[in-house]
């Protein structure tokens, strides 16, 4: 079960950190992953890791800008982000993909969280 959270209103420069919980985990060999569904768009990839250990994977519209970590104590995915554009506004997901090969295409994630909303004032 992954419970997303900490979305909310952002004026455009400003930050925001969202976080996703994965509870129910008994291994490490999945990838966590964000996407995002501006309004009116299509979902899109934004961020994954695994969660074993590796280099993370960016779209390139948010490199540079956001940050994906995690606590494995506590089954926690982050997405710090930074220089928010109000492009960024979208609803935001987190998504676990089991094994250990990164993924950009949605149909690649198993189980979804339900969203959270990030909004980016100009």
């Known amino acids: 079960q992954l419970q997303a959270y900490g979305g909310g209103l952002a004026q455009a420069g400003g930050s925001l950190k969202l976080s996703c919980t994965a509870s129910?985990?008994?291994?490490?060999?999945?990838?966590m992953g964000w996407f995002r569904q501006p309004p009116g768009k299509e979902r899109e990839f934004v961020a994954a890791?695994?969660?074993?250990?590796?280099?993370?994977d960016y779209a390139d519209s948010v490199k540079g800008r956001f940050t994906i970590s995690r606590d494995n104590a506590n089954n926690t995915m982050y997405l710090q982000m930074n220089s928010l554009k109000p492009e960024d506004t979208a609803v935001y997901y987190c998504?676990?993909?089991?094994?250990?090969?990164?993924?950009?295409?949605?149909?690649?994630?198993?189980?979804w969280g339900q969203g959270t909303h990030v909004t980016v004032s100009s």
């Open positions: 890791l695994i969660w074993s250990g590796g280099r993370p």
């Open positions: 998504a676990v993909r089991e094994g250990t090969l990164h993924a950009t295409k949605e149909d690649w994630y198993n189980y």
């Open positions: 129910g985990r008994t291994s490490s060999n999945y990838v």
